[in-house]
């Protein structure tokens, strides 16, 4: 079933996130799609995150849909103008890529390229949604006119606790029909941001998926809470991963990433997870999916939510 389809049939998704690799080779993204298919919806494909070259988004993308996982091609701003932009998103509807994630991109100043690239930015985040959403009307950015369509089914990023309501609503116009958020460690403190944006009607029918992480020590959470706008990590959080390290820390990650979904569950409006875990992506998707009790492995179905 289609992303778009599980969304507005109201099942809580599950999306996960697979960053290409520096290396061209096919095989690490096509034995972590394998490890993860049946066990989500869709999964994210990273476009040179944290301003770092890597192989193609587009490319991997591909390899995804070999082994039959869905993917959600992140399309950044950064690096390309509005003409390799279109091209690409051409060229990924011609290959099987349904759904986008824009964004704008991470800025340079944290990767290895920022004497070299250029921050093109022809358009920002708004600006890619307008594009793809006159890409999806039949016409591109010059008045071109596409005599097949695309039909791309587009997210919009949200940052908890940090983007007004007027940035969401902004996205929404501009031709977001989900979103994807940051990560969330302290759900009280979301959903208490969040409560407002869904009873209100702001969101107008329009899904969140939330950002979930699996920490592997209390240095990355330090890092994330000091430097990462709109991540905030509790004490108790900080208090679980403590003093610990190497499998003992993921353990307690993927406890701490599960516990975290079961509270989101429970939050009025969240339409599903998006699980990140960079550096063991394969192995922390399948543990905090089966530690949740998001999805039974071997039936394929949903599990019904405690409680």
Same mark, same amino acid.
């Given at each position: 079933?289609?992303?778009?389809?599980?969304? !507005?049939?109201?099942?809580?998704?599950? /999306?996960?996130?697979?960053?290409?690799?520096?290396?061209?080779?096919?095989?690490?993204?096509?034995?972590?799609?394998?490890?993860?298919?049946?066990?989500?919806?869709?999964?994210?494909?990273?476009?040179?995150?944290?301003?770092?070259?890597?192989?193609?988004?587009?490319?991997?993308?591909?390899?995804?849909?070999?082994?039959?996982?869905?993917?959600?091609?992140?399309?950044?701003?950064?690096?390309?103008?509005?003409?390799?932009?279109?091209?690409?998103?051409?060229?990924?509807?011609?290959?099987?890529?349904?759904?986008?994630?824009?964004?704008?991109?991470?800025?340079?100043?944290?990767?290895?390229?920022?004497?070299? !690239?250029?921050?093109?930015?022809?358009?920002?985040?708004?600006?890619?949604?307008?594009?793809?959403?006159?890409?999806?009307?039949?016409?591109?950015?010059?008045?071109?006119?596409?005599?097949?369509?695309?039909?791309?089914?587009?997210?919009?990023?949200?940052?908890?606790?940090?983007?007004?309501?007027?940035?969401?609503?902004?996205?929404?116009?501009?031709?977001?029909?989900?979103?994807? /958020?940051?990560?969330?460690?302290?759900?009280?403190?979301?959903?208490?941001?969040?409560?407002?944006?869904?009873?209100?009607?702001?969101?107008?029918?329009?899904?969140?998926?939330?950002?979930?992480?699996?920490?592997?020590?209390?240095?990355?959470?330090?890092?994330?809470?000091?430097?990462?706008?709109?991540?905030?990590?509790?004490?108790? /959080?900080?208090?679980?991963?403590?003093?610990?390290?190497?499998?003992?820390?993921?353990?307690?990650?993927?406890?701490?990433?599960?516990?975290?979904?079961?509270?989101?569950?429970?939050?009025?409006?969240?339409?599903?997870?998006?699980?990140?875990?960079?550096?063991?992506?394969?192995?922390?998707?399948?543990?905090?999916?089966?530690?949740?009790?998001?999805?039974?492995?071997?039936?394929?179905?949903?599990?019904?939510?405690?409680?």
């Amino acid at each position: 079933m289609a992303l778009r389809d599980i969304l !507005a049939a109201g099942t809580f998704a599950v /999306t996960a996130e697979l960053s290409p690799p520096l290396d061209p080779v096919a095989a690490p993204v096509r034995q972590a799609a394998e490890a993860i298919a049946g066990l989500v919806d869709a999964a994210n494909v990273t476009d040179n995150q944290a301003a770092t070259t890597k192989v193609s988004p587009l490319a991997a993308s591909t390899w995804l849909m070999e082994k039959g996982v869905t993917p959600i091609l992140q399309v950044t701003t950064r690096d390309r103008n509005i003409m390799a932009i279109q091209s690409d998103l051409l060229g990924a509807w011609a290959l099987g890529v349904r759904n986008v994630l824009a964004l704008s991109g991470d800025p340079l100043k944290v990767g290895k390229y920022a004497d070299m !690239a250029t921050d093109v930015k022809d358009v920002d985040a708004l600006g890619l949604l307008r594009l793809i959403r006159r890409l999806n009307q039949g016409e591109l950015a010059a008045g071109e006119t596409l005599t097949t369509p695309t039909d791309f089914f587009v997210a919009g990023a949200m940052n908890p606790l940090v983007d007004p309501a007027q940035r969401i609503e902004d996205k929404i116009r501009a031709g977001a029909r989900f979103f994807q /958020t940051n990560i969330v460690f302290d759900v009280p403190r979301f959903a208490e941001w969040f409560a407002p944006l869904a009873a209100g009607g702001v969101l107008a029918g329009t899904p969140v998926i939330v950002g979930v992480m699996p920490p592997r020590s209390t240095r990355a959470l330090e890092h994330m809470h000091r430097n990462i706008p709109g991540v905030e990590v509790d004490d108790a /959080t900080f208090a679980r991963l403590a003093g610990l390290s190497g499998a003992d820390a993921k353990a307690a990650g993927v406890s701490v990433a599960a516990d975290v979904i079961k509270g989101l569950r429970a939050v009025p409006g969240v339409a599903g997870v998006h699980i990140m875990a960079p550096g063991w992506e394969a192995e922390a998707i399948t543990r905090v999916v089966e530690t949740a009790g998001l999805r039974d492995r071997n039936l394929g179905l949903w599990m019904t939510p405690a409680g």
